[in-house]
């Protein structure tokens, strides 16, 4: 049941008046339902109208490919029924391909049967009859398990055992088998392989049964088409057969005339008699003519229905299969992990799109490898027969078709390497330049004000990467085309010639009618294309080669990225501490980034707001990163790899095998108790030695950073973003949508997001709490007016609303979106240089409502650009004296 109703109905579209509101509302996404029911081959389906497609294809191949010629219409529709139903109910492969051979055996045995009695229908026994299902019964049993066999797999080992190494040598040389098992592995690598088996299977069962029905059509077309052109062609002979008859009577009438006449009654000048053209002749051309609308309406079209409808069929099959390949690429695999994003980012300057057409390509081409040559399949099979009667022909035509057709594929290649170089550097550096140009279009105006030569200095290198492209796009482009025209030359002058030198024999030696030449031609083709498919294919080999590097690259970068630089840290309730559970405490950390070096030997710090000083590069950003990449919180960021941290034992001076008791402050946190060989040890006569370890208590998992730069994605509503939900999308209640957006907005202009008339004078200059910010700096009409058009703005989607605030107004919406948002303000609050842009009134509104948000909380800001130093009431008035100053932060009360 859960098979029936995931092949889903069809849903036309009433707005689309078109020729195309005909067609169903094609989607190529997974079923997200079905995949977890994922158990074998009887689950639901993946894709919209797979269980359809794969019915449909089953009755199309099994109608279409007879099993004899004789075989009666009911009973090809018999057959293909049962195999329609049997695929449509995703039952397993096996039974399928059981039953389908089945289909074929059993009425050939029967036939057989029946000539080898020597009898009729209407003249079997009971007798005759049961032993005609005797028959049908043992084949019935023997296709199953003929087909469960091969389906265990056993007749593969089998013949990984026996073949000879050279005929597998042979196979691995004729055939892209390696490119394609290379293929699928880098596929894999990015797609859980019980998904792909699935897929895979669904659509190479389609295909196969769509393009071996479309073959066989195939040939029956391309014979009813040779028999009218050969008709066509034998006008011409009997036309020109009619007028040498005609030109012989005429001249014997005149030699006949010249002997019985007299001289005198001869006319010298007298015109020769026109050559008229038969009544048989023009009935011909009249025939000819009328039999090309029945070959129209009855041939030419049904076949041209059925090759759009059931190849459009099997192309969206394929379709699902690569375009969900694609956004495991582009989508799912990238957005898997967060460390994915990052990790390419910084790895090359390749884009996601360009990843996942290079899956496009790795996909599109290995399949077409199979589409092709299974179409061409009923066509091959034609040879064999041919050619048992007519050995000779292997030795005379084919070795030189195979030799011509050897030696230009081995040329393309070639060639086809060099493009591909040509043109992967090309894309690097077009990716390169993309990047350079999307960046300086951003910044121009920064641009224009960087000084005098800054703007020809963009030009010569937006010149150069221009230069450097279109190089290797003229040098490629040229080798392309010296390519395209050296494959036509041979193609139709050399490999179509020799292939006429074969059918010439075969015709002369009576093998093959006028009628097959088409189809024949096609059948060598398609033979030689089969056994040099591997030299034939090196230029799609080629361009699959260079993307399969990328990805493989990509591959290793996720690789990477999925191995976590994470800190380990603590929570206060998994280890014995005497410290409060609200507070962090750090113990014996030490860290270096750049020219920096910080060590923290012991710090605690209970719920309050902290200011970090220090001088720029002082390490005070690096303090709050080793903080973000705790593993206890609820979001880890990675540790990036220019952060350094060390073991507080590293700096011990390496004689000193015992710690000093006095450098451990807290033993039963701070200290690693380790046992020592020598109980005598003057430093500690206990025999032990303690060596401190780092440790990070945190309060609990929820910290948040409010970092220097913010991120806003383009073209998005910004209530969407601030909540991280696509709200208009996901809520059907509006006045709820309108209320959550009333509540961003009122946040926002508490701190005086969209000001009207204020002035600098109505903020309190001494830090004081603002406790109503309604209608206090304007008129309550301004007030209004603003809360309207913030509101407004906030559901507008725009292609970059955030990019066109200043500084100031994007540490508010930072702020509003990560704390006050909130129920409760995060237990640890990073706010690094936050309150750097903000004006006067707008800092004193930001430090006073997170002083009364985040009142529970241990909230860190850097805040280094008023740090100033002031005298120390401990020390003794000396001004040459460093310990006599400290630094101080003039923080209002904050």
């Given at each position: 049941?859960?098979?029936?109703?995931?092949?889903?109905?069809?849903?036309?579209?009433?707005?689309?008046?078109?020729?195309?509101?005909?067609?169903?509302?094609?989607?190529?996404?997974?079923?997200?339902?079905?995949?977890?029911?994922?158990?074998?081959?009887?689950?639901?389906?993946?894709?919209?109208?797979?269980?359809?497609?794969?019915?449909?294809?089953?009755?199309?191949?099994?109608?279409?490919?007879?099993?004899?010629?004789?075989?009666?219409?009911?009973?090809?529709?018999?057959?293909?029924?049962?195999?329609?139903?049997?695929?449509?109910?995703?039952?397993?492969?096996?039974?399928?391909?059981?039953?389908?051979?089945?289909?074929?055996?059993?009425?050939?045995?029967?036939?057989?049967?029946?000539?080898?009695?020597?009898?009729?229908?209407?003249?079997?026994?009971?007798?005759?009859?049961?032993?005609?299902?005797?028959?049908?019964?043992?084949?019935?049993?023997?296709?199953?398990?003929?087909?469960?066999?091969?389906?265990?797999?056993?007749?593969?080992?089998?013949?990984?055992?026996?073949?000879?190494?050279?005929?597998?040598?042979?196979?691995?040389?004729?055939?892209?088998?390696?490119?394609?098992?290379?293929?699928?592995?880098?596929?894999?690598?990015?797609?859980?392989?019980?998904?792909?088996?699935?897929?895979?299977?669904?659509?190479?069962?389609?295909?196969?049964?769509?393009?071996?029905?479309?073959?066989?059509?195939?040939?029956?077309?391309?014979?009813?088409?040779?028999?009218?052109?050969?008709?066509?062609?034998?006008?011409?002979?009997?036309?020109?057969?009619?007028?040498?008859?005609?030109?012989?009577?005429?001249?014997?009438?005149?030699?006949?005339?010249?002997?019985?006449?007299?001289?005198?009654?001869?006319?010298?000048?007298?015109?020769?008699?026109?050559?008229?053209?038969?009544?048989?002749?023009?009935?011909?051309?009249?025939?000819?003519?009328?039999?090309?609308?029945?070959?129209?309406?009855?041939?030419?079209?049904?076949?041209?229905?059925?090759?759009?409808?059931?190849?459009?069929?099997?192309?969206?099959?394929?379709?699902?299969?690569?375009?969900?390949?694609?956004?495991?690429?582009?989508?799912?695999?990238?957005?898997?992990?967060?460390?994915?994003?990052?990790?390419?980012?910084?790895?090359?300057?390749?884009?996601?799109?360009?990843?996942?057409?290079?899956?496009?390509?790795?996909?599109?081409?290995?399949?077409?490898?199979?589409?092709?040559?299974?179409?061409?399949?009923?066509?091959?099979?034609?040879?064999?027969?041919?050619?048992?009667?007519?050995?000779?022909?292997?030795?005379?035509?084919?070795?030189?078709?195979?030799?011509?057709?050897?030696?230009?594929?081995?040329?393309?290649?070639?060639?086809?390497?060099?493009?591909?170089?040509?043109?992967?550097?090309?894309?690097?550096?077009?990716?390169?330049?993309?990047?350079?140009?999307?960046?300086?279009?951003?910044?121009?105006?920064?641009?224009?004000?960087?000084?005098?030569?800054?703007?020809?200095?963009?030009?010569?290198?937006?010149?150069?990467?221009?230069?450097?492209?279109?190089?290797?796009?003229?040098?490629?482009?040229?080798?392309?085309?010296?390519?395209?025209?050296?494959?036509?030359?041979?193609?139709?002058?050399?490999?179509?010639?020799?292939?006429?030198?074969?059918?010439?024999?075969?015709?002369?030696?009576?093998?093959?009618?006028?009628?097959?030449?088409?189809?024949?031609?096609?059948?060598?083709?398609?033979?030689?294309?089969?056994?040099?498919?591997?030299?034939?294919?090196?230029?799609?080999?080629?361009?699959?080669?260079?993307?399969?590097?990328?990805?493989?690259?990509?591959?290793?970068?996720?690789?990477?990225?999925?191995?976590?630089?994470?800190?380990?840290?603590?929570?206060?309730?998994?280890?014995?501490?005497?410290?409060?559970?609200?507070?962090?405490?750090?113990?014996?950390?030490?860290?270096?980034?750049?020219?920096?070096?910080?060590?923290?030997?012991?710090?605690?710090?209970?719920?309050?707001?902290?200011?970090?000083?220090?001088?720029?590069?002082?390490?005070?950003?690096?303090?709050?990163?080793?903080?973000?990449?705790?593993?206890?919180?609820?979001?880890?960021?990675?540790?990036?790899?220019?952060?350094?941290?060390?073991?507080?034992?590293?700096?011990?001076?390496?004689?000193?095998?015992?710690?000093?008791?006095?450098?451990?402050?807290?033993?039963?946190?701070?200290?690693?108790?380790?046992?020592?060989?020598?109980?005598?040890?003057?430093?500690?006569?206990?025999?032990?030695?303690?060596?401190?370890?780092?440790?990070?208590?945190?309060?609990?998992?929820?910290?948040?950073?409010?970092?220097?730069?913010?991120?806003?994605?383009?073209?998005?509503?910004?209530?969407?973003?601030?909540?991280?939900?696509?709200?208009?999308?996901?809520?059907?209640?509006?006045?709820?949508?309108?209320?959550?957006?009333?509540?961003?907005?009122?946040?926002?202009?508490?701190?005086?997001?969209?000001?009207?008339?204020?002035?600098?004078?109505?903020?309190?200059?001494?830090?004081?709490?603002?406790?109503?910010?309604?209608?206090?700096?304007?008129?309550?009409?301004?007030?209004?007016?603003?809360?309207?058009?913030?509101?407004?703005?906030?559901?507008?989607?725009?292609?970059?609303?955030?990019?066109?605030?200043?500084?100031?107004?994007?540490?508010?919406?930072?702020?509003?979106?990560?704390?006050?948002?909130?129920?409760?303000?995060?237990?640890?609050?990073?706010?690094?240089?936050?309150?750097?842009?903000?004006?006067?009134?707008?800092?004193?509104l930001v430090m006073s409502k997170v002083k009364d948000f985040c009142?529970?909380?241990?909230?860190?800001?850097?805040?280094?650009?008023?740090?100033?130093?002031?005298?120390?009431?401990?020390?003794?008035?000396?001004?040459?004296?460093?310990?006599d100053f400290v630094e101080c932060v003039p923080s209002n009360n904050?």
């Amino acid at each position: 049941s859960t098979a029936k109703a995931s092949c889903g109905k069809n849903k036309p579209n009433s707005h689309t008046k078109t020729i195309m509101g005909l067609y169903p509302d094609l989607n190529t996404h997974r079923n997200r339902e079905a995949l977890k029911a994922i158990t074998g081959a009887s689950a639901a389906s993946l894709f919209q109208y797979e269980c359809a497609i794969a019915g449909i294809s089953a009755f199309f191949s099994r109608y279409t490919v007879k099993a004899r010629k004789d075989e009666p219409m009911p009973q090809r529709i018999f057959f293909a029924t049962i195999m329609s139903f049997l695929s449509y109910n995703r039952k397993p492969y096996e039974i399928i391909c059981a039953f389908h051979l089945f289909s074929y055996i059993s009425p050939l045995l029967i036939s057989w049967y029946h000539k080898r009695q020597g009898m009729k229908k209407k003249e079997m026994s009971i007798v005759d009859k049961l032993r005609a299902l005797t028959v049908v019964a043992i084949s019935g049993v023997a296709s199953l398990l003929f087909c469960q066999y091969v389906a265990s797999g056993d007749v593969q080992r089998i013949l990984s055992i026996i073949t000879p190494k050279m005929f597998v040598d042979a196979i691995y040389y004729l055939f892209p088998v390696a490119e394609l098992q290379e293929s699928h592995d880098i596929v894999s690598a990015f797609v859980k392989p019980v998904l792909l088996q699935r897929m895979l299977s669904h659509l190479l069962f389609v295909t196969f049964h769509v393009q071996i029905g479309i073959g066989y059509l195939g040939i029956d077309f391309l014979t009813n088409e040779q028999l009218r052109k050969n008709q066509l062609i034998r006008m011409e002979f009997n036309q020109a057969d009619a007028e040498k008859e005609q030109q012989q009577q005429v001249k014997g009438d005149s030699n006949k005339a010249d002997g019985n006449s007299s001289p005198a009654s001869s006319t010298p000048n007298s015109p020769p008699k026109k050559i008229t053209r038969t009544k048989n002749q023009l009935d011909a051309a009249g025939k000819f003519r009328r039999a090309a609308v029945p070959f129209i309406f009855f041939t030419v079209i049904p076949y041209m229905i059925q090759i759009i409808f059931f190849g459009n069929m099997n192309q969206f099959a394929f379709f699902c299969v690569r375009d969900d390949i694609h956004r495991e690429i582009r989508l799912n695999g990238l957005f898997e992990h967060d460390s994915h994003l990052v990790a390419m980012a910084s790895s090359s300057a390749t884009s996601p799109e360009q990843y996942a057409a290079s899956m496009d390509t790795v996909v599109s081409t290995s399949y077409d490898v199979f589409n092709r040559k299974i179409f061409s399949l009923p066509k091959i099979m034609l040879l064999p027969g041919v050619i048992v009667k007519q050995p000779s022909l292997l030795i005379k035509i084919f070795p030189f078709i195979f030799l011509s057709d050897f030696i230009k594929a081995r040329l393309v290649a070639t060639v086809t390497n060099e493009v591909e170089r040509l043109q992967k550097e090309a894309k690097e550096i077009q990716s390169i330049r993309s990047k350079v140009e999307a960046f300086d279009m951003k910044n121009a105006e920064l641009l224009q004000r960087a000084g005098f030569g800054a703007t020809e200095f963009t030009r010569v290198r937006w010149e150069e990467l221009t230069e450097a492209i279109q190089t290797k796009e003229v040098a490629s482009e040229q080798l392309r085309r010296t390519r395209m025209y050296f494959q036509w030359l041979q193609n139709n002058f050399v490999f179509k010639a020799l292939i006429d030198c074969a059918l010439a024999n075969l015709i002369a030696m009576g093998r093959i009618v006028s009628a097959e030449i088409f189809v024949f031609s096609r059948a060598i083709e398609d033979s030689v294309d089969l056994l040099l498919m591997r030299s034939r294919a090196e230029a799609e080999l080629a361009t699959m080669s260079t993307e399969l590097a990328k990805l493989r690259e990509l591959s290793s970068v996720w690789e990477r990225g999925q191995k976590r630089n994470l800190v380990h840290c603590n929570f206060h309730d998994e280890i014995s501490n005497e410290h409060g559970s609200n507070s962090v405490v750090i113990h014996n950390l030490q860290y270096s980034r750049g020219t920096a070096f910080v060590s923290i030997e012991n710090l605690e710090l209970t719920p309050g707001v902290y200011a970090v000083t220090g001088a720029n590069g002082s390490g005070k950003s690096t303090l709050f990163r080793v903080l973000m990449s705790c593993d206890t919180n609820d979001k880890s960021i990675d540790l990036p790899e220019s952060i350094q941290l060390y073991d507080p034992i590293h700096h011990h001076s390496l004689m000193d095998e015992v710690v000093p008791p006095e450098s451990c402050k807290v033993p039963d946190e701070g200290c690693e108790v380790l046992p020592v060989e020598d109980e005598k040890d003057q430093h500690n006569q206990q025999g032990v030695v303690e060596i401190p370890v780092t440790s990070i208590t945190m309060p609990s998992s929820h910290i948040s950073e409010i970092s220097q730069t913010f991120y806003w994605p383009l073209y998005t509503k910004p209530i969407d973003w601030i909540y991280q939900k696509h709200l208009s999308e996901e809520m059907s209640d509006r006045a709820e949508l309108e209320s959550m957006v009333r509540v961003v907005a009122e946040h926002l202009q508490s701190l005086a997001f969209l000001q009207t008339q204020i002035s600098s004078d109505d903020a309190s200059d001494n830090g004081a709490a603002v406790e109503d910010t309604t209608c206090k700096y304007g008129t309550c009409e301004d007030v209004d007016a603003s809360m309207a058009q913030l509101i407004v703005d906030l559901q507008e989607e725009k292609e970059d609303w955030f990019g066109d605030l200043s500084g100031g107004q994007k540490s508010k919406v930072e702020l509003v979106r990560k704390v006050f948002l909130h129920e409760k303000c995060p237990d640890v609050l990073l706010i690094d240089e936050t309150m750097a842009p903000l004006d006067p009134t707008s800092k004193s509104l930001v430090m006073s409502k997170v002083k009364d948000f985040c009142k529970n909380s241990v909230v860190l800001v850097i805040y280094h650009t008023d740090v100033g130093r002031g005298e120390n009431g401990d020390g003794d008035g000396d001004d040459s004296k460093d310990d006599d100053f400290v630094e101080c932060v003039p923080s209002n009360n904050f």
